[in-house]
């Protein structure tokens, strides 16, 4: 185990077992459930969206990460506004006057997000504008303006727009006999103006920019922008002012008067009756070729430089308020930005991060990666025999996913002894390798069952073309349970060992998605005990079949039993304070808990009364946190802290001191309703002293971060942690990758 400048011991430190003895304090005359003491969910969604852009905004993030930080700000704004904003229209309209956990009515809460928002927006686009291209164009990345352009530049640019461009075109007219077009969603389009020469009529058309063609077009070698004699890195234009600019070979005869890009976005959540759908996979799919169109538009993108008729025209036609416009200086449509991430500049991104091999499977080389047969296997090397020598402990993107899951699934699909493999699907990627791996171990006769969750949002058509491929090559696939999401990351191999059946399990926080496995954190655990093996056998059946399993022996399943089992356990903390405050003897409690997001009120009032018990809690949550932290008779002893790094902080832990007895628990949900009551997950509890141990050295070193680590104030609102003078910086990521590699 490394020990850093900023690594914390492996046990979590008990400040709270030499606390001052205070005699038990009553709270009842406090309500728990007071709004004051919840923060807005959305609200909460926003400050989390402000931290991301911070990112982009802080001069110690690389040049090029900061671009790709502008990306994702878009980018989760487009499905904040899709799915988060579009609930609360609808709610509007069908006059829902149900409060939220913090008093807020939907139409308030649409006006606090416009209202927090729009500088949000503002000063993201200002920044790319005034700050971010000229120092990209300093480092050789020129995104230029068409009027900025020589004639030489231009002419290419005209050949190009002729050959590969004017054929994808389509204008719409809008008049008495053309209606308004309907616009898909997150479409980014052109209002042209033109006017008829003979009639003198101004004519409204629309051009959509195609999604099939690059957004930013590159200059070839020789035609690329030149400063001070330096070879640029790259030099190219936003494919809509392209089209802009050679409007008359759309609509020859007429005068361009004028053209301004807009972009929509619309109501993209799925609504699928379940139990009226005969085929779920043909319901949702149906549900898919809707989504672009049917959803009503939530969100209209101008320019400032739009002229007041006709922004209220395109209002008009999509039904929009006031509320619902953002203008903006410059380019629509930042998330495209993300392309230009792929540029060959290292020294504008952070450094390189290879996965390491966990320890105990570097010496044990899979023979499949060394292109032998798993019939050629010496006894030793398989990962069944490293696993059997005790729980293993993985941590990605730190440890290697291709060399731990990935290998355990595509070794189980090989081997002779392995009768059967179930598994969870709820997101992976476009050419998985595991997906492949199940194929092939259905073709070599083995037993597979997997769950695929078709709501799995904005992988829908994703999820079922593998479905079908899955089906196709007689894997057994089922598409979870009516009103639930299946959203557990569970696998389990059945292997036959001299006579007798022995089961290996997977247990973790992420999806099964190599891709992602490299971009966001998250914890594993595989295991071959006795108790996992039954309790998973219990829950595929539950998944599969008619189970109507109430009780595991290890496992804590939503949305069985995991609320009680984790309201028992901060109950367990609070019992332990308030006993040992009226006898003055002993330690109190402890919890550290990390996940992506806390709004479920009945976790929060039992963290409350925890808090006035004297229990000291700390809260690592990287988005949505509704608790209020540091209110004086509630929350004193709860901190609160989000972590925003180079790599997304997706795993789930939970640490309870329970009296020195520590327990830490990973799995798949978040402390919200929805994982707590409509989702399917699994939270296990890690029994090996030594594997407790690195998931406490973990939550200490994020703990101790002062680079990526924000406190969320009782206001509402987030300080980012700044390390104290002559202190070194501690980022928890960086060491993290640094204590793997030693």
């Known amino acids: 185990m490394v020990k850093t400048q900023s690594s914390l011991p492996a046990r979590l430190p008990q400040t709270m077992s030499k606390q001052k003895k205070t005699p038990a304090k009553t709270y009842t005359e406090i309500n728990l459930s007071d709004p004051q003491y919840y923060f807005n969910r ?18 110690r993030t690389p040049l090029l990460e900061r671009l790709k930080f502008l990306a994702i700000f878009s980018s989760n704004l487009d499905e904040y506004f899709m799915v988060r904003v579009a609930a609360l229209k609808q709610q509007v309209e069908a006059k829902v006057s149900k409060l939220t956990s913090d008093g807020s009515k939907p139409q308030e809460q649409l006006d606090a997000i416009n209202k927090r928002l729009l500088p949000m927006v503002t000063q993201q686009h200002s920044y790319f504008e005034q700050t971010l291209r000229p120092k990209l164009a300093a480092s050789g990345i020129y995104i230029l303006d068409y009027i900025d352009l020589n004639q030489e530049q231009r002419n290419y640019l005209h050949r190009y727009f002729q050959e590969q461009v004017f054929p994808v075109l389509t204008p719409l007219a809008v008049d008495p006999s053309h209606p308004f077009p309907f616009l898909s969603n997150l479409s980014l389009n052109l209002a042209v103006v033109v ?10 058309a629309r051009v959509k920019v195609p999604q099939v063609l690059p957004r930013f077009l590159p200059l070839p070698g020789d035609l690329q922008w030149q400063q001070k ?17 050679n409007l008359e070979a759309l609509f020859p005869g007429m005068d361009i008067q004028e053209y301004h890009p807009f972009r929509i976005t619309r109501n993209s959540d799925l609504t699928v009756e379940e139990e009226e759908a005969e085929d779920l996979l043909l319901a949702i799919e149906q549900e898919l070729r809707k989504r672009r169109f049917t959803g009503s538009a939530v969100r209209l993108e101008i320019q400032a430089i739009m002229p007041p008729a006709l922004r209220d025209m395109l209002m008009d036609e999509l039904v929009l308020g006031e509320q619902d416009v953002y203008v903006v200086e410059g380019l629509l449509g930042l998330k495209d930005l993300m392309s230009l991430m792929g540029l060959p500049v290292p020294e504008l991104k952070d450094p390189p991060w290879t996965p390491v091999v966990p320890p105990r499977l570097r010496n044990s080389e899979s023979p499949l990666i060394l292109g032998k047969s798993m019939l050629d296997a010496e006894d030793g090397e398989d ?43 709820y997101r992976t990627s476009g050419d998985s390798p595991i997906v492949s791996s199940l194929i092939e171990a259905a073709e070599n006769g083995k037993q597979v069952a997997v769950l695929v969750e078709l709501k799995a949002r904005f992988d829908e058509e994703n999820n079922i073309n593998w479905a079908r491929k899955l089906e196709q090559a007689g894997v057994h696939v089922v598409y979870g349970l009516v009103g639930l999401k299946t959203h557990t990351k569970i696998v389990m191999v059945v292997r036959r060992e001299d006579g007798f059946i022995r089961r290996y399990v997977h247990i973790g926080t992420g999806n099964y998605n190599p891709k992602t496995a490299g971009l966001y954190t998250d914890v594993g655990l595989l295991s071959c005990r006795e108790d996992l093996g039954a309790d998973l056998t219990e829950l595929f059946n539950y998944l599969t079949g008619y189970s109507r399993q109430v009780s595991y022996r290890k496992l804590l399943v939503a949305p069985v039993n995991m609320r009680d089992r984790f309201l028992a356990l901060i109950r367990r903390e609070t019992e332990f304070c308030r006993l040992n405050a009226e006898t003055g003897t002993g330690s109190c409690g402890r919890i550290v808990a990390k996940m992506n997001a806390l709004v479920d009120p009945q976790i929060i009032v039992a963290l409350y009364e925890a808090s006035q018990a004297g229990v000291k809690i700390d809260l690592i949550i990287r988005g949505i946190c509704c608790l209020r932290p540091g209110v004086e008779g509630v929350s004193d002893n709860i901190k609160v802290i989000s972590i925003i790094g180079r790599f997304l902080e997706h795993s789930r832990m939970f640490y309870f001191f329970n009296g020195g007895a520590e327990e830490v628990y990973i799995g798949s949900a978040d402390w919200m309703q929805r ?16 594997i407790v141990m690195e998931l406490q050295e973990i939550l200490g070193v994020m703990l101790a971060d002062n680079r990526q680590a ?6 509402g609102h987030y300080s980012q942690r700044r390390p104290p003078a002559n202190c070194p910086e501690v980022s928890s990521q960086q060491i993290l990758m640094d204590m793997v590699m030693n």
């Open 42 to 59: 959305e609200q909460s969604w926003l400050e989390f969206n402000n931290r991301v852009l911070h990112e982009a905004l802080d001069p």
């Open 195 to 204: 006017r008829d020469p003979d009639t003198r009529e101004e004519l409204f």
């Open 229 to 245: 004699g330096k070879t640029p890195v790259w030099t190219g234009v936003p494919l809509e002012q392209v089209i802009a600019h």
């Open 383 to 425: 990962i069944f025999t490293v696993i059997r020598q005790g729980d293993l402990m993985l941590h990605h993107p730190y440890h290697s996913f291709a060399a731990t899951v990935q290998r355990f699934i595509t070794e189980a699909a090989h081997d002779r002894s392995v009768l059967a493999i179930k598994m969870t699907l």
């Open 675 to 690: 994982n707590l009551t409509r989702r399917v997950e699994a939270i296990v509890q890690v029994e090996d002293p030594t």
């Open 710 to 715: 924000w406190d969320l104030l009782p206001g």
